[in-house]
């Protein structure tokens, strides 16, 4: 009886265990085969110099969607019906979707960075209280490394729901620095000399606007706003050396700085 039983299940075992090798082969030849594509797709768009924002946005989805068709193709070839499999997932990407709004809000909020494009990689920003370069613009995150090498990641929804600071769409940045003398001081004589700083500079743009003026009075000291346009690559080089050259040029001309009440209070403590 056994054997008989044996010999009217054993042509079902042996199909089950083909199927079971189809689905292993499609599993392995498919994945293997996403990964080709992937690379292919990623150098022509590298060679037709594809937006690196777009690029790294839209080769993650095309991943995703091939392996879930080769996923269905091995499902199908073990002999399940796809489309009672299909309604399993739809009702799974139902629950799924309502426990990740927020994922999803992402996911539409990269779609629009990149359809707008408020930045893109390799831009420096500001936002949500972070500031460095733009690394990558994934599907639900985008992370950017700071000038301190530190790495954050920013959620899209929230990016694109806040205001952001690109510091990369202009050719152009204003330097702006802040210097504070004493009411005793000679007020043009020192607005000269500033003005004459950055004239003599070489890095700072002569067809843009060169400020030096009273900012504001404080009870402690008049504070002057030292403006200037620098190109955006040579901006931070002439930032720090502007203000090494303003105390060089105020001590050469007797100028003292007046530092701000809070600092003169920790001065007093220390």
């Known amino acids: ?4 039983k044996l010999n009217w299940l054993l042509p079902d075992l042996l199909k089950f265990a083909v199927n079971v090798g189809v689905a292993l082969l499609i599993f392995i030849v498919g994945f293997w085969l996403g990964y080709q594509l992937k690379n292919v797709i990623r150098k022509r768009m590298v060679r037709r110099e594809v937006d690196p924002t777009i690029r ?3 080769l993650p989805i095309f991943d995703f969607l091939f392996k879930l068709l ?9 002999g399940i019906k796809v489309t009672s499999f299909a309604a399993i997932l739809a009702g799974l990407a139902a629950g799924i979707g309502l426990s990740l709004q927020g994922s999803l809000s992402n996911f ?3 779609l629009l960075i990149i359809l707008f494009k408020p930045f893109k990689v390799g831009d420096y920003i500001e936002a949500l209280s972070h500031s460095g370069t733009v690394n990558a613009i994934s599907i639900l995150y ?4 700071t000038d301190h090498q530190q790495t954050v990641v920013l959620p899209n929804s929230s990016l694109l729901n806040n205001p952001i600071k690109n510091y990369s769409i202009l050719p152009t940045r204003r330097m702006d620095i802040k210097i504070g003398v004493s009411y005793n001081e000679d007020l043009d004589k020192t607005i000269l000399i500033l003005r004459q700083m950055l004239e003599q500079e070489a890095l700072v743009l002569k067809d843009k606007p060169i400020t030096v003026e009273v ?9 002057l706003a030292v403006r200037a346009f620098i190109k955006r690559e040579n901006y931070w080089s002439v930032y720090f050396k502007m203000h090494k050259k303003t105390i060089e040029i105020l001590r050469e001309n007797n100028i003292v700085a007046t530092p701000s009440p809070s600092k003169m209070i920790v001065s007093e403590k220390e």
């Open 70 to 78: 080769v996923i269905v193709t091995a499902i199908g070839a073990l």
């Open 108 to 110: 539409a909020g990269g």
């Open 142 to 145: 985008t992370t950017i490394t």
């Open 215 to 223: 900012l504001e009075l404080t009870d402690y000291r008049i504070n």
């Open 1 to 4: 009886m056994n054997l008989e």
């Open 56 to 58: 790294e946005f839209v």
